[in-house]
């Protein structure tokens, strides 16, 4: 499944839709369900903070891509991961890993995949806990693969990602 956000002009809305500070006429809600879905920004110079999100606004997305047609930025924090991030997603075994050592048989770290190309940026609000552990091919991508220092919570990243 793909979850296009620009499919509800306008664009800036379908974001402001889905966060906490929202009038109830106006939420969005997005549930992925089962499988790995993705939820794909549209549009350039977006800033889309994860914090500010329901957390009954977004489920069942396991990957964020923020591509868009410009430059990015996707804000978390562990939280996030913690929240909206899934257990085993990706592990050694069902991936298309070269070497599977970041990324244990049975991966008990709360996974996120974010995609998206040069000029986007994901800023970790604790970017100091986080330690980027290797790269991984995954779904025949190549992954930066950042372990959180403290807490059982792993971000797969496209390389081609910022990371701040
Ligand atoms: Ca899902
Ligand atoms: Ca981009």
Redesign the pocket.
Same mark, same amino acid.
């Given at each position: 499944m793909h979850k296009a956000c620009g499919a509800c002009p306008p664009r800036p809305r379908c974001l402001t839709a889905l966060s906490i500070g929202n009038a109830s006429q106006d939420i969005a809600r997005v549930n992925g369900g089962t499988g790995i879905d993705t939820l794909q920004l549209a549009g &350039?110079g977006l800033d889309f903070d994860l914090s500010q999100v329901r957390r009954s606004a977004l489920e069942g997305i396991e990957r964020i891509n923020?591509? !868009?047609? =410009? +430059? $990015?930025t996707l804000r978390l924090r562990l939280i996030d991961v913690l929240n909206f991030g899934d257990n085993n997603l990706w592990n050694a075994g069902n991936t298309n890993g070269v070497s599977g050592e970041a990324l244990a048989a049975i991966e008990p770290r709360r996974q996120l995949r974010l995609e !998206? $190309? &040069? =000029? +986007?940026t994901v800023d970790l609000t604790d970017f100091a806990n986080w330690t980027r552990a290797s790269n991984e091919m995954v779904d025949g991508s190549n992954f930066a693969v950042w372990n959180h220092n403290s807490a059982l919570a792993q971000l797969l990243i496209s390389p081609a990602l910022a990371v701040i």
């Open positions: &350039a923020i591509t !868009g047609s =410009g +430059d $990015n !998206g $190309n &040069a =000029g +986007d």
